[in-house]
């Protein structure tokens, strides 16, 4: 049985870089038929707070990554994690170490004077006929792993190939401050092993803590995960993709109208391929996933493609899904949706012409609100010669059966009467109807209005004639 995680530290938001490894996680656990654990990994209680796990938990329901198991909450596991450092006190994998913090500091600057790398010495680690000093009294001591001094600690990573620590590189880690508090490599293995961790799927500044926790976990007897270390995801312009590139938490792509499974499809294609495919949904994608084709190099952000890919979501989306996400952008901009036209009408009409719910929302909000096209446009169309074009057409409009097919014939009919090309008509029809220059086309457009609507939107047309300066 396959059992991934997925164990941010709530320290900010779900960024792009924590949402793909989310995504990874989940997808392989999916794919396998397998687990995925959320494990909220909250010990650095200075820098954890509860408004930025709750933002992790609103970016994953966000996402559509539901977990199988969790939330976990390593604050809440703190007796385990004292339980198994007392094992391992007992088992003689852990010693208590005495040594002062002003007296390790001492240590260090000294090594680093004599040009050796700063480590501790080992002078509180038991060995065979070796006489430890008294424990100096009143001193609670720190917890220290009894790493391995000789050989290599390995792995074979499923994205970066196989890595190789020799283990006179790593000294013996605290896994338990005087304070009793564990530390976070410690914390780690703990959960890895009783949350039966197969598949560690983690960004790769947690290299280093590979080593150690391998070390510790073969300590304890217990299995090593295998494990795949994603590469950073650089911004647009090459540089580690941070908050100088907008957007910081996946929310923040849910207020500028993308839709989750664009964002996801989007994050999947970001060090990962699957022949030619870019446009996929979730269900595709946990078919397909595998560690096997995941790229050791960064991968780049590139927003433009997102939104190319939003928008090729957007026209896949049934139009009655895409009317409950916009009605909500329309609601908070004071705009009440009518019954007539409908949202998901006006949606369908609009849903292949826009790149975002943002843009949507723009569009469908003039068919809603007390219209006032822009001065300028006005005067741009509604010249001399379109005005009697104009009225000729809304008089017959006022008999024709209300369909885009008769519209459009009237259409047609009116601008050859009047020797004109079709813009003539067209272009004033939809600044006065919408207030926008490009629109779907007029026949569509205007059959969305109930027929008054229409009417009384292009009667405007002579107010603005009849109060405008006259021109000399
Ligand atoms: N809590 C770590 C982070 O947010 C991840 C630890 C892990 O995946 O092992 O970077």
Not at 166 to 189: H, K, M, Q, W
Not at 229 to 249: E, N, P, T
Not at 326 to 341: D, F, N
């Amino acid at each position: 049985m396959i059992r991934t995680r997925f164990a941010p530290s709530p320290t900010g938001f779900l960024h792009v870089g924590g949402a793909r490894t989310a995504l990874f996680s989940w997808a392989y656990a999916r794919r396998h038929g397998g687990r995925f654990i959320l494990r909220v990994e909250d010990t650095d209680l200075v820098r954890s707070t509860p408004e930025a796990v709750q933002a992790i938990l609103d970016g994953m329901q966000w996402l559509g990554l539901a977990h199988d198991e969790g939330p976990f909450y390593q604050t809440q596991r703190m007796p385990r994690y004292r339980e198994v450092i007392a094992e391992m006190l007992a088992a003689g994998t852990a010693y208590h170490c005495y040594m002062q913090p002003d007296e390790l500091d001492r240590l260090r600057a000294e090594q680093r004077e004599q040009g050796r790398k700063p480590r501790y010495d080992g002078r509180w680690r038991p060995q065979p006929g070796k006489r430890l000093p008294e424990p100096p009294a009143g001193i609670e001591p720190v917890v220290r792993f009894r790493n391995p001094v000789d050989g290599v600690v390995a792995w074979d990573d499923l994205v970066k190939g196989r890595i190789e620590v020799a283990n006179s590189e790593l000294d013996d880690l605290v896994i338990a401050r005087a304070d009793g508090s564990p530390t976070y490599n410690f914390c780690v293995v703990v959960d890895d092993r009783d949350m039966g961790i197969t598949h560690v799927i983690r960004g790769d500044d947690h290299v280093n803590n590979t080593p150690r926790q391998i070390n510790i976990l073969q300590a304890l007897g217990a299995p090593v995960p295998l494990y795949a270390h994603l590469s950073m995801i650089l911004g647009d312009d090459g540089q580690k993709l941070s908050k100088r590139h907008g957007a910081v938490s996946v929310m923040q792509y849910d207020d500028a109208g993308y839709l989750p499974e664009a964002v996801l499809n989007y994050l999947a294609r970001l060090g990962w391929s699957h022949g030619d495919d870019e446009i996929f949904s979730m269900q595709q994608f946990c078919e397909w996933f595998d560690l096997d084709h995941i790229t050791p190099s960064a991968a780049q952000f590139n927003s433009e493609k997102l939104n190319w890919l939003n928008a090729q979501h957007l026209r896949r989306c049934d139009a009655g899904r895409l009317a409950a996400l916009v009605r909500p952008r329309l609601a908070a901009r004071g705009v009440v949706v009518g019954e007539t036209p409908s949202l998901a009408a006006i949606i369908e009409l609009h849903k292949e012409r826009v790149s975002n719910l943002n843009e949507l929302a723009d569009v469908a909000e003039v068919f809603y609100i007390d219209l006032q096209p822009r001065s300028e446009l006005l005067a741009r169309h509604l010249t001399p010669e379109a005005l009697p074009l104009l009225d000729d057409f809304a008089a017959r409009l006022a008999e024709v059966p209300w369909q885009a097919a008769a519209i459009a014939a009237l259409i047609k009919e009116c601008v050859a009467r009047h020797g004109v090309k079709m813009p003539k008509l067209a272009m004033p029809v939809r600044v006065l109807l919408t207030g926008l220059e490009q629109t779907p086309s007029v026949d569509a457009l205007m059959a969305l209005f109930p027929r008054t609507t229409a009417l009384e939107r292009l009667a405007r047309a002579r107010c603005v004639a009849s109060s405008a300066p006259r021109s000399v």
